[in-house]
C-alpha cells in the first residue's frame, strides 16, 4: 500500500498571501488530520476530516480551514499568511488504531 | 490543545547506550502509539499498544502499555547513530467511533560521539 503523501513538500509564500495544501491518505483510510509542527511547539492539531465532514477541530483561527473530497483526498488552506504560519503541516491517515503521517509540506512566509 | 507529558524533553547519551523515555496521562488510553520524527520528516510509527500491560518490540525497541492505561515506556537498546531524532508518544481514545490521538510533546535524542 501506497503511504500517506502530501503535495507540494516545499512552499515559499509571501505575508498576505493564501496557500493550499493536499493530503492524499493511505488506499482505504476515511479520517484525514492535519496537524501544524513549529521548532518547540510540537505537534499542533488543526482539524481532522471523516468521510466528507469535519469531525474534530483544534484552536486555530478561522484563517485555517479544509475540506475533504469523496475520495478521501483532503486540502487544508491559510489565508492572508502571517509570518508565524511558518511551519511544517503534517497529515497522518488513520487506520483502525494506528496513524500514519505524510512526509509533510514546509511552508516558509516572508 | 492538551498535550501528553513526555519525559524526558531531552537526552545526549553515547552511542551503545540504552535509551528509556516514558509518556503519562490524567486520562485512561485504549491505545498507545511511539513515533520517530527525523529532521523535515513526517513522524514515523515505531510501535502500537492496544492492551494494558502488553510488552511490544520492534528490534532494539520495546515499548509498554501501563497497567492503568494512563501511562506507557519506550526502551531503545544499544543506541546507533541512526536513533537519533525526536520520538513522540501518543494515546488514542475510541469514543463512539470518534478517535481522538493525543500527543506527547516529544523527547529529543541526541548521540555525543
Known amino acids: 500500500k501506497a503511504g500517506v503523501t502530501q503535495t507540494p513538500r516545499y512552499l515559499i509564500k509571501t505575508r498576505g498571501q493564501q496557500v493550499t495544501l493536499s493530503c492524499s491518505p493511505i488506499?482505504?483510510?476515511?479520517?484525514v488530520s492535519w496537524y501544524q509542527q513549529t521548532p518547540g511547539q510540537g505537534l499542533q492539531f488543526l482539524f481532522e476530516?471523516?468521510?466528507?465532514?469535519?469531525?474534530n477541530k483544534g484552536n486555530f483561527p478561522g484563517r485555517f480551514s479544509g475540506r475533504q473530497f469523496s475520495n478521501s483526498r483532503s486540502e487544508m488552506n491559510v489565508s492572508t499568511l502571517e509570518l508565524g504560519d511558518s511551519a511544517l503541516y503534517l497529515c497522518a491517515s488513520m487506520g483502525e488504531y494506528e496513524q500514519f503521517f505524510g512526509p509533510g509540506t514546509r511552508l516558509t512566509v516572508l | 490543545g492538551q498535550q501528553l507529558n513526555q519525559s524526558p524533553q531531552s537526552m545526549f547519551i553515547q552511542e551503545g547506550e540504552d535509551v528509556s523515555m516514558n509518556c503519562t496521562s490524567s486520562s485512561i488510553f485504549n491505545t498507545w502509539l511511539w513515533y520517530k520524527q527525523d529532521p523535515g520528516e513526517g513522524p514515523v510509527l515505531l510501535i502500537a499498544l492496544y492492551k494494558a500491560g502488553e510488552l511490544t518490540s520492534n528490534g532494539r525497541l520495546t515499548a509498554q502499555f501501563g497497567i492503568t492505561r494512563k501511562d506507557s515506556f519506550l526502551n531503545i537498546s544499544a543506541s546507533i547513530p541512526s536513533d537519533v531524532g525526536i520520538y513522540f508518544c501518543?494515546?488514542?481514545?475510541?469514543?463512539?467511533?470518534?478517535?481522538?490521538?493525543?500527543f506527547g510533546t516529544g523527547t529529543r535524542l541526541t548521540i555525543i560521539p
Open positions: 488506499s482505504g483510510h476515511r479520517s
Open positions: 476530516y471523516f468521510s466528507e465532514t469535519q469531525r
Open positions: 501518543a494515546g488514542l481514545m475510541t469514543n463512539f467511533g470518534n478517535e481522538k490521538l493525543t
